[in-house]
């Protein structure tokens, strides 16, 4: 069954607001709580990163905001909820430019590239490594936040990733084949070398220059295999 499309003014795997569309003029009532809500998630996300998924607690998070726990539990339920709003934030911009580069009227191979270099730049920031480091080292303990980590960040972005995969391949760009192991393919080889080296401490940072060359590489050797 084809997964539907997003409504108007939503990045694919977003969902609205009830009653709310992703397009809608907010009320100056919900801009505040939505602010209130952007300043939550800021601090919530330097306090996971500086303490762990295990060493972070709501009492803390809202310490730290200077107000009542009972204030933030009126915007979260529970750590779990809160550190799935604090990935969607995180990777909200990411994903509205992998959508951009996608839709744009260009050869297949550019489109990709323009991709890949975002993908690459996002991972290996650090930010970024602080992240998927901290999601490696505890999911064992937490499986919730490997969980949550799988379906807010992996899962859009590779369904962003397939379906522009599927339209080249319907369309004879490329060879016809499994779209989502393509995509699965094509990031990891974006993640085979820089990227892996990072998260163990080998290197502490990646030029510019050369996270570009490292997704040109990719994208050619994706290419290979699939044209």
Not at 22 to 37: A, L, N, V
């Amino acid at each position: 069954m084809p997964t539907p499309e997003p409504p108007a003014g939503c990045i694919e795997g977003d969902v609205p607001e009830r009653g709310v569309g992703c397009g809608d003029r907010p009320s100056r009532r919900e801009t505040r709580r939505e602010e209130r809500r952007d300043a939550i998630l800021e601090v919530a996300t330097r306090y996971f990163l500086e303490h762990g998924y295990a060493g972070t607690t709501m009492s803390g998070i809202a310490a730290s905001l200077g107000g009542s726990k009972g204030t933030l539990w009126s915007y979260y339920a529970s750590k779990e909820l809160l550190f799935g709003d604090v990935l969607d934030r995180a990777t909200r911009d990411f994903r509205e430019q992998l959508s951009m580069a996608l839709n744009r009227d260009e050869p297949v191979e550019s489109a990709l590239l323009q991709v890949c270099i975002k993908f690459l730049t996002r991972i290996i920031n650090p930010d970024g490594i602080a992240l998927h480091r901290l999601v490696v080292g505890e999911a064992g303990r937490f499986p919730e936040m490997g969980r949550i980590f799988h379906e807010r960040v992996l899962q859009r972005v590779h369904l962003l990733l397939a379906r522009f995969i599927a339209t080249a391949m319907e369309q004879g760009d490329l060879l016809a084949d499994d779209p989502e192991e393509a995509a699965s393919v094509l990031t990891a080889l974006c993640t085979a070398g820089h990227h892996q080296k990072l998260l163990v401490g080998i290197i502490d940072r990646v030029p510019d220059d050369q996270a570009e060359r490292w997704a040109a590489k990719a994208v050619e050797k994706f290419l290979r295999a699939y044209r």
